[in-house]
């Protein structure tokens, strides 16, 4: 099994480009989620889904878009990047609501100059 | 909501004990993990605690009262690389919002020969 899969581990943007950061995940998963972690932070929910077809917003969902179209993947989109998104990002997902250990992406380092 | 408090960085010395702990205040929560992350890399699980006391894995225990809020982590034989960050979370009550994880800012630990 691959786990949670994120692309692409590095990315530096400009100011105003918009991307995509991917996750995948194979261990058909009803639930997934995306933070971000900064020094002196933590990890920060932006986003999570409780299965396909229903997201919802985290502590930090501004500048941030989600969709869940199957139960494989929860794409998170930078629609006009700005420095403060400047992050290192997680992908992670569970197979119920919590009562059991969340698996994590590898994170992907993203740089907006 | 839930604040979670951890101290920001210990040390302690290859083949000693270190109590990592975590004191928390929450209007109700479900459970309690810790999760280890090396520099670089994802948070993996290390341990979840449901009910008040002791939880054994191999060289890593983790407790919780409730009552206090209060949990700590205890690695046992400190190895070289047990260096990392060790984080605390807790998943709130089922039908209280957010079915994700909240995280501390966790404590970076660095054991030294």
């Known amino acids: 099994n691959a786990g949670v899969t994120q692309t692409p581990k590095f990315q530096v943007l400009k100011t105003g480009q918009s991307m995509t950061l991917q996750c995948a995940q194979d261990?058909?998963?009803?639930?997934m989620s995306w933070y971000r972690q900064d020094p002196g932070m933590g990890l920060r929910l932006i986003h999570y889904s409780v299965g396909a077809g229903i997201t919802d917003q985290g502590e930090v969902p501004n500048g941030y878009n989600v969709s869940r179209s199957t139960t494989e993947d929860f794409p998170l989109r930078l629609l006009s990047a700005a420095p403060s998104q400047t992050s290192v990002y997680f992908c992670a997902s569970a197979p119920d609501r919590g009562r059991t250990e969340a698996f994590f992406g590898q994170g992907t380092r993203l740089t907006v100059v | 909501g839930q604040n979670i408090d951890q101290p920001t960085e210990m040390t302690a010395t290859e083949g000693a004990i270190v109590q990592i702990n975590c004191t928390y205040q929450?209007?109700?929560?479900?459970?309690l993990f810790w999760y280890q992350q090396h520099a670089g890399e994802a948070p993996t699980f290390l341990s979840y605690?449901?009910?008040?006391g002791l939880e054994e894995k191999g060289r890593f225990s983790s407790f919780l009262s409730r009552s206090k809020g209060y949990s700590y982590l205890l690695l046992k034989e400190l190895q070289m690389k047990d260096s990392a960050s060790y984080l605390c979370a807790v998943i709130p009550l089922p039908g209280a919002g957010s079915y994700q994880l909240t995280f501390g800012k966790g404590t970076k630990l660095s054991v030294i020969p």
């Open positions: 929450t209007s109700g929560f479900n459970g």
């Open positions: 605690n449901v009910l008040d």
């Open positions: 261990m058909n998963h009803e639930y």
